[in-house]
């Protein structure tokens, strides 16, 4: 009757144990994306938490806004990615920021990651893009009143935006998707993926 015992509480250790070790295993989140660094980086907050916004008026955060970024792997399954987009989401809809729109490389990872709110659709809900990238722009131009998270206290006129642009990018199924958008939405586009560019949109000033 011990003996038995003694068994049933080995057996229950070694079961917990082998799943604690492989829930650590788990949130160590291997990924075919990310550095180690950008995976602390990342896994620093919950999901639901905003990172810290990168500006212009500091010089090592200047450096990595002005940097080209690389394309991500889209996979569902990769946590860290996953994390990654929610804390972006997090971030842009901070009433501290109240964005329209943000990119990764803003919060200090140089991935092709944006996400934008839909002017264009139905509750103006965010939406995600991986990879995106403008394939054409109509001639026909729209001046807009532009700001940035990343560049504080200041709010300008582009006159050098298209009114409407064709994009392509991956959804989160990992599919490649074209779309066109206009007006509005169409400046937040061109505006974040200038960001993936290590573009800010006093560039496009005249
Ligand atoms: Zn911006």
Known sequence: ?????????????LFYGCSGFDSSQKHSTRSKNFSKDEVSLIFSGESNQSMRVLSIYNQSDSILLRTKCDDVIVDSDDKTLMH????????????????????????????????????????????VYFNPKIKKYTKRKLNWLEGCLSIPGRRDTTTTRSYAVLLEYTDVQNTKQIEMVEGFTAIIFQHEIDHINGILYLDRLK
């Open 1 to 13: 009757m011990i003996r038995k015992i003694y068994y049933t509480v080995f057996v229950i250790f």
């Open 84 to 127: 990654l987009v929610d804390r972006m989401y997090a971030t842009v809809t901070d009433s501290s920021n109240d964005g329209v729109g943000i990119a990764a490389p803003q919060i200090g990872i140089l991935k092709n990651i944006i996400w934008v709110q839909r002017y264009d659709k139905e509750g103006n809900p965010f939406e």
